[in-house]
């Protein structure tokens, strides 16, 4: 039986085109957006009363630009977790990709080797730990990101989490 939490990231692994499509829609959709904006100098009707908003250019171009760097480094992570995991995809054989795919995306009630799920599933913790490194983050060691049965322990464990 698989995790729900590992079935989620497997799905997300294997669906890197419509996560692009999304965030670059999203980037073009922030973009338009700011610039539909009233830029000029006018009168708001407020709670409180009526107010004059005028457009900061200095602030509002700043917080658009940080957005789509923001935006962009998302982007650059994906595409670097897409490399990886395509590059390890292409490694299995045809039938366990083809299993695989069908079983994350097409038809929850297929079966999957539990050997290739396991196989997935560290390879993408690789890839991760390779994010982590890459921004001068250290990765969490697993003891703290697996839960079991016991209630208290699982708190303390993400007690611990929190805490780090």
Not at 83 to 91: E, G, P, R
Not at 105 to 121: E, G, K, M, R, Y
């Given at each position: 039986?698989?995790?729900?939490?590992?079935?989620?990231?497997?799905?997300?692994?294997?669906?890197?085109?419509?996560?692009?499509?999304s965030?670059?829609?999203?980037?073009?959709?922030?973009?338009?957006?700011?610039?539909?904006?009233?830029?000029?100098?006018?009168?708001?009707?407020?709670?409180?009363?009526?107010?004059?908003?005028?457009?900061?250019?200095?602030?509002?171009?700043?917080?658009?630009?940080?957005?789509?760097?923001?935006?962009?480094?998302?982007?650059?992570?994906?595409?670097?977790?897409e490399?990886?995991?395509?590059?390890?995809?292409?490694?299995l054989?045809?039938?366990?990709?083809?299993t695989?795919?069908t079983?994350?995306?097409?038809?929850?009630?297929?079966?999957?080797?539990?050997?290739?799920?396991?196989?997935?599933?560290?390879?993408?913790?690789?890839?991760?730990?390779?994010?982590?490194f890459r921004?001068?983050i250290?990765?969490?060691?697993?003891?703290?990101t697996?839960?079991?049965?016991?209630?208290?322990?699982?708190?303390?464990?993400?007690?611990?989490?929190?805490?780090?």
């Open positions: 039986m698989i995790d729900p939490f590992d079935e989620i990231v497997i799905k997300n692994y294997l669906s890197f085109p419509t996560i692009f499509r965030l670059l829609q999203y980037r073009k959709r922030v973009h338009q957006e700011f610039y539909l904006r009233n830029m000029s100098t006018h009168i708001e009707f407020t709670r409180l009363g009526i107010g004059v908003s005028g457009f900061r250019p200095d602030r509002e171009v700043e917080k658009l630009l940080l957005k789509m760097d923001l935006i962009d480094h998302r982007i650059e992570r994906y595409r670097f977790r490399k990886h995991f395509s590059s390890f995809l292409a490694a054989d045809t039938t366990e990709r083809e695989l795919i079983r994350f995306l097409s038809d929850a009630t297929a079966t999957c080797p539990q050997i290739v799920i396991d196989n997935v599933l560290g390879e993408i913790s690789e890839i991760e730990s390779a994010l982590c921004q001068g250290e990765p969490l060691e697993d003891e703290y697996v839960l079991n049965e016991d209630v208290d322990d699982n708190v303390d464990r993400m007690c611990d989490f929190f805490v780090l």
